[in-house]
């Protein structure tokens, strides 16, 4: 199968993907502990108009309405009989509105965590969570997907059993961001440094951080990543900042202009695949796209590692600079 996503970026080089669904979706209407995986099926012209929106801010990868489509987590509202009805949905409606447009827009089968724990310290036996991962990767394939994005997952063994899985039944290719939530690892202890190691090893195309506490953390975990790994494709995709509860509503305090300054500096630590996630809506996906037009900066990576970067008296005349810790 050829792999439009390797295409896309060999012509853009970096590859602005979309923000939040949740985020719009509970602006369409869905409420609060809902699932919003039924809507590909119900309301799949709600689903059609976010990603619509995405595609005209400029999104050239859009994740499907999947994130909690295993079996594990469809348990929850009764829907785990339908997995497979869903995640297909999910692919066809983002496929619909993907092929409305003149050029290359990449279909990405959203794959998120079954919310279980792997034994021993959980229930979940890893066989469980292949076979759950499988189920959904195989909907999502048959309704049309390009590659299969496995995100925000926290541990590196449940991140092993969904590459397991999708490859069981697919061969799209396939790409995992992490969260890196807990002062610089996953919930379940993981660092950027064994992330980048493993998700390597285990042939991903593309890997990287996802969610979190915003930019500065997902800069942090890009650079580290970068560092160890020059030659990785790396995913950014931050929240819009941090939320705050604000007249019993979540606001993120990440503006558009925060978001857009964000992509420049996350381009320069390395990243070649960014995005939003939550918060992030189509206005924060146009800045960031007119930021990523903008001329690579890379005195920006050195700005971003905490260093502001200025002429020297003794430089200017040849163009060379200097640090200063800020």
């Known amino acids: 199968m050829n792999n439009l996503l390797a295409q896309l970026l060999e012509e853009e080089k970096v ?62 509202h009764n829907m785990q009989d339908r997995v497979y009805e869903l995640n297909k949905a999910a692919a066809e409606v983002a496929r619909i509105a993907a092929d409305e447009v003149d050029h290359l827009v990449i279909v990405a089968g959203s794959i998120g965590p079954t919310g279980e724990i792997l034994q021993p310290m959980g229930q979940m036996s890893y066989e469980e969570a292949v076979a759950a991962f499988a ?61 980048v190691e493993k998700l390597t090893g285990w042939g991903v195309f593309a890997l990287g951080a996802n969610c979190g506490n915003g930019p500065d953390e997902i800069e942090s975990v890009i650079d580290t990543m970068h560092q160890i790994m020059p030659e990785a494709i ?40 960014i995005g939003g996630c939550c918060g992030s809506a189509p206005e924060h ?22 260093f502001k970067v200025e002429p020297s008296a003794e430089a200017s005349s040849s163009g060379r600079r200097r640090r200063r810790r800020r």
Request: proline fraction near 5%.
């Open 234 to 273: 790396l995913i950014a995709k931050s929240n819009a900042g941090i939320p705050q509860w604000i007249n019993n509503e979540l606001i993120y305090d990440g503006t558009p202009a925060v978001m857009a300054e964000y992509a420049q500096r996350v381009r320069a630590l390395g990243a070649s695949i």
């Open 135 to 195: 189920e959904q990767a195989r909907g999502l394939t048959d309704g049309g997907a390009d590659a299969l994005w496995i995100e925000t997952l926290s541990d590196l063994n449940e991140v092993k059993a969904a590459i397991e899985g999708c490859r069981s039944v697919s061969t799209l290719p396939i790409c995992a961001a992490m969260t890196f939530d807990t002062k610089g690892r996953t919930m379940m202890g993981v660092t950027p440094h064994e992330a």
């Open 285 to 306: 996906i146009e800045a960031m796209g007119e930021a990523l037009r903008q001329p690579f900066d890379p005195a920006l990576a050195v700005e971003a590692r905490g």
């Open 15 to 76: 590859i602005l993907t979309d923000g939040a669904t949740g985020t719009q979706l509970f602006k369409l209407g869905l409420e609060s502990g809902d699932p919003p995986e039924p809507w590909n099926v119900d309301y799949p012209e709600r689903i059609l108009s976010m990603h619509r929106g995405y595609i005209q801010a400029g999104s050239r990868l859009i994740l499907t309405n999947s994130f909690g489509g295993t079996s594990f987590r469809l348990k929850l």
